[in-house]
């Protein structure tokens, strides 16, 4: 069973950045395009960003299109997702997790759609 541990996290003012990271023990990890999530209090779980098997390619949600960037490194079975410019409504719970590619991550799906979820990390914007 793959295991999804979410990082990085914490207490910003408006306008500082976050480095996320996110460690998968899956030992396919390469074979998977990658993504994040976010969840706020009272509100679905949002696509983020994601990225390809490869990190050739990526997409982002216009909300943080321009402010946020996904990057993954294989060798360490880890995606990142490196934010700027942080907005209050940046403010929520950060997950990732994979799937065969970019797109499929980007459509909205139910959330069982996935096997897994870890305890992501929460992202607090303050203004």
């Known amino acids: 069973q793959v295991q999804l541990v979410e990082s990085g996290g914490g207490l910003v003012q408006a306008g500082g950045s976050l480095r996320l990271s996110c460690v998968s023990s899956?030992?396919?990890?390469?074979?998977?395009?990658m993504g994040w999530f976010r969840q706020a209090p009272g509100k679905e779980r949002e696509f983020v960003a994601a990225?390809?098997?490869?990190?050739?390619?990526?997409h982002y949600a216009d909300s943080v299109k321009g402010r946020f960037t996904i990057s993954r490194d294989n060798a360490k079975n880890t995606v990142y997702l490196q934010t700027s410019s942080l907005k209050p409504e940046d403010t929520a719970v950060y997950y990732c997790?994979?799937?065969?590619?970019?797109?499929?991550?980007?459509?909205?799906?139910?959330?069982?759609?996935?096997?897994?979820w870890g305890q992501g990390t929460q992202v607090t914007v303050s203004s």
């Open positions: 997790n994979q799937d065969v590619n970019t797109i499929t991550l980007a459509t909205p799906r139910r959330l069982s759609s996935y096997n897994y």
């Open positions: 990225i390809s098997r490869s990190g050739g390619s990526t």
């Open positions: 899956g030992r396919t990890f390469s074979s998977y395009a």
